[in-house]
């Protein structure tokens, strides 16, 4: 009903930036929420940032402060700014929204297929 894409990963070095992006397409009424979460090896997939339809933003306090999360409503895009990238930012980055869908405008769920962000010297 609805599929997430994501784009931006790749490899950087420490203290260097990188953007991801999400577009949604699909059956979308509206979507409430959009965001990234990310999972590194041998962890479980932890948030990154939220941000809702009315711009209210949230996130994890291990990146307050370096990353910034901003979205398009019209375009039902999310975008992630990444600055001063850690080694502990590695991980697989997934897009995740909770999107109403025509016709019922019933709220699901849905997940990209993930991006590696790797930062490594």
């Known amino acids: 009903q609805v599929q997430l894409v994501e784009s931006g990963g790749g490899l950087v070095q420490p203290g260097e930036s990188l953007g991801l992006s999400c577009a949604a397409s699909?059956?979308?009424?509206?979507?409430?929420?959009k965001g990234w979460y990310r999972q590194a090896p041998g962890k479980q997939r932890e948030l990154v940032a939220t941000?809702?339809?009315?711009?209210?933003?949230n996130y994890a306090d291990s990146v307050k402060g370096r990353f910034t999360i901003s979205g398009d409503n019209a375009k039902n895009t999310v975008y992630l700014q990444m600055n001063s990238l850690k080694p502990e930012d590695t991980a697989v980055y997934y897009c995740?929204?909770?999107?109403?869908?025509?016709?019922?405008?019933?709220?699901?769920?849905?997940w990209g297929q993930g991006t590696q962000v790797t930062v490594s010297s």
């Open positions: 995740y929204a909770i999107a109403a869908v025509i016709p019922t405008r019933v709220r699901y769920q849905y």
């Open positions: 699909g059956r979308i009424f509206s979507i409430e929420i």
């Open positions: 941000i809702t339809s009315g711009a209210k933003t």
